[in-house]
């Protein structure tokens, strides 16, 4: 079955970076692209954009353009998302989707002082 | 861009009543890629329609979607105790996604 496993909770420091993984299983990596979600406390859902797992060809929604960087490593079906320069308004929960039916559960990111 | 507006903000209703969920599109999309998800607190999404009719697996037939063109619409036909949520609709293009801001379904 459809697996996507994502990292741990993070507490970070304002300017720190944060790498979240979501490693996929129960499918062929490359065969599917896949997004990324925030969410913020309290808040709705907003797509960050995504990845072409078989080029590695990331899309950047709007919002989310120079700190955030998607990533892979395709030998352990891993995806990733990078995020920069930290700041409190990055407090949030990422989540990584393939597809609208399959989706992590989650990392959440604090970033605090 | 697809801008996706929800309506009612929230919904206040009893176990057993009618839930009728409303999404309003910004521009004519296909209907192939509309979403309805619902949202626990402490979880992700869970799917419930994909191409704005059909349940996803496992769903109960309770929850339907229809609509077309801008207007498309979530009913939960008897609502049960564990019904009370979040609820988003979605437009899944081929080259971004958008969420409508969501709908929260309360206990009356």
């Known amino acids: 079955q459809v697996q996507l496993a994502q990292s741990g909770s993070e507490l970070k420091e304002p300017g720190a970076s944060v790498k979240v993984s979501c490693k996929a299983s129960?499918?062929?990596?490359?065969?599917?692209?896949m997004n990324w979600v925030r969410q913020a406390p309290g808040q709705g859902l907003e797509w960050m954009g995504w990845?072409?797992?078989?080029?590695?060809?990331?899309t950047y929604a709007q919002d989310f353009t120079g700190r955030f960087v998607f990533s892979l490593d395709t030998s352990v079906s891993t995806a990733y998302l990078q995020i920069s320069s930290l700041k409190a308004e990055d407090t949030a929960v990422y989540y990584c989707?393939?597809?609208?039916?399959?989706w992590g559960q989650g990392t959440l990111v604090t970033v605090s002082s | 861009e697809v801008v996706l507006t929800q309506s009612p903000g929230t919904l206040s209703l009893s176990p057993g009543e009618r839930a009728t969920l409303s999404c309003r599109a910004s521009?004519?999309?296909?209907?192939?890629?509309i979403a309805w998800y619902q949202q626990k607190p402490g979880q992700a999404p869970r799917l419930l329609i994909y191409?704005?009719?059909s349940r996803a697996t496992g769903i109960p037939d309770r929850f339907s979607g229809s609509g077309s063109g801008t207007d498309f619409t979530l009913t939960i036909s008897r609502l049960e105790p564990e019904d009370f949520a979040v609820y988003y609709c979605?437009?899944?293009?081929?080259?971004?996604?958008?969420f409508g801001q969501g709908t929260k379904v309360e206990i009356k």
């Open positions: 989707a393939r597809g609208p039916a399959y």
């Open positions: 129960g499918y062929t990596f490359t065969t599917y692209g």
């Open positions: 990845i072409n797992t078989n080029t590695g060809n990331p």
């Open positions: 521009q004519s999309v296909s209907s192939r890629y």
């Open positions: 191409a704005a009719s």
């Open positions: 979605q437009h899944y293009g081929t080259s971004s996604w958008t």
